[in-house]
DNA sequence: GTTCGATGCGAACACTGTACGCAGATCGGA
DNA sequence: TCCGATCTGCGTACAGTGTTCGCATCGAAC
């Protein structure tokens, strides 16, 4: 448009050639993957498009290869600028089991607040690891070496499958649930018929279906201490192995 | 084609006409998930298209549609075609750790089958089960309600995170090493310099470097012992449970 | 024999990711 | 001061996508 603009018009006055086409500070690879994962967070990660994110930077769909290889490497570099937000406490700084505590409920919340991250992680995986992401595993790993267990990356791994494993369960229904555009306890409350009428027959003892109710009235912190419940169970599981 | 010849040749022959269009058995939706299964696992997720799969029915892209409402609806009947392979075994036959221990190796094993599956739970999610995943949800339940756990639905959710997590990360990372056509060895043996590189500085006291070597030696078995460990670590955890 | 619902499908629409090549800006040196 | 070289933005085009529409064909029921 202001290319055009100064084509056409055959006085070029100073201001229309101040900054001819940019009114932010132009084009530049933070820049468009901070944009991008702001459009992944409010629209979800189909409705990510290279034109639509060039249109919300006020370029053109093709300027952003100029910077980026390819819309892969645009998502593996949101995901580890989303790694970013990660936080471990330092090693020998207190109780082992609350710091890494501290670790897996600082992903679980990252993963809450961007709810396209466990599916952009199940495609692109954790082969190519950007420098916060290898940071965290890091710092992740000084905590059980510290601890002093005996096999430290096994323990590691552990963990991050249960953090992972629930993050990705409690991100996709959340997604789930906003696409719906009710709200968590309407969506539970109109799920729960049709759940019930399949889980009828020969089924359990009514454990599950408490489940179901207590989540209508609540269905964060359930969720919530549902996690928690887990996290315990994996950290005793560990302990036991500390004098092995 | 056959409606062409039949329109051009004014002498319809019975040879011509017997089975006009259908050397298959025709369309259906069985035959249409069955297919998109064995193109999954061939080609990987990317590569399905609602074309390719008409193409390899001897259809058009179009007939799909009416057995089959939408792409995503066929991803959600291929996860719960290929939850049909999973196998836990009935409560009250034998230990309660042995049967939970087979449903989660069950589990593996068909996502390792079926490398796609985790991406597709990751973006589908386990809201709208279909009948064989709400059966292997039962049954699972059902060996935590008969062990006595006070909890047996949080128990279950916690296995499964594990099991659900761990998978993922597998099969995530089996899909990069067949994307890059080497052997899963030369592929480990490969990614070991840049690892080590980017691992370089204040890291870890050499733990995770015998790791990726112990890697490249026999990575699929290492891989099969991890997961072991990390399931008798939960299984452990819940145990402490048992007489709570 | 005729109508009717189910099925297959060619063509079209609105998109997508990405490659190419041109325009203009910026900058180092002569 | 000018002149190339290099970098950046982007219009256009290509091949491919999921999905819809309307038409043709079919087997069965009346």
Redesign the interface.
């Known amino acids: 448009m202001a290319a055009k603009a100064t084509e056409q018009n055959p006085v070029p006055s100073v201001w229309a050639r101040a900054r001819p086409t940019s009114d932010q500070p132009s084009l530049s690879r933070t820049t468009i993957v901070r944009e991008a994962i702001v459009m992944l967070d409010a629209e979800g990660?189909e409705a990510l498009s290279m034109r639509k994110l060039g249109a919300r930077l006020n370029a053109g769909a093709a300027s952003l290869y100029r910077h980026v290889a390819t819309k892969d490497e645009l998502l593996e570099l949101a995901v580890d600028e989303v790694a970013a937000e990660l936080h471990v406490p330092s090693a020998g700084s207190g109780d082992w089991r609350t710091a890494v505590t501290e670790a897996a409920r600082s992903f679980r919340a990252a993963a809450l607040r961007h709810p396209w991250l466990?599916?952009v992680?199940?495609?692109?995986?954790?082969?190519y690891?950007g420098?916060h992401l290898?940071s965290f595993s890091?710092r992740l790993?000084?905590l059980f070496?510290e601890a002093g267990l005996a096999?430290?990356?096994?323990?590691m791994?552990?963990v991050?499958?249960?953090?992972?494993?629930?993050s990705?369960?409690e991100?996709?229904?959340l997604?789930?649930v906003s696409r719906s555009g009710a709200s968590e306890a309407d969506f539970v409350a109109r799920?729960l018929p049709a759940a019930q009428e399949?889980?009828a027959g020969p089924?359990?003892?009514a454990?599950?279906r408490e489940?179901i109710t207590a989540a209508a009235a609540d269905p964060a912190a359930l969720r919530e201490q549902?996690f928690a419940?887990?996290l315990?169970?994996?950290?005793?599981?560990?302990a036991?192995?500390l004098n092995g």
């Open positions: 990660i466990p599916s992680l199940g495609q692109v995986g954790l082969v690891l420098p290898m890091e790993a000084g070496v096999e430290p990356s096994g323990a791994d552990t991050l499958s249960y953090v992972i494993g629930m990705t369960t991100a996709a229904w997604s789930t799920l399949t889980a089924g359990l003892p454990g599950p489940d549902k419940y887990g315990e169970v994996v950290l005793d599981g560990l036991l192995r």
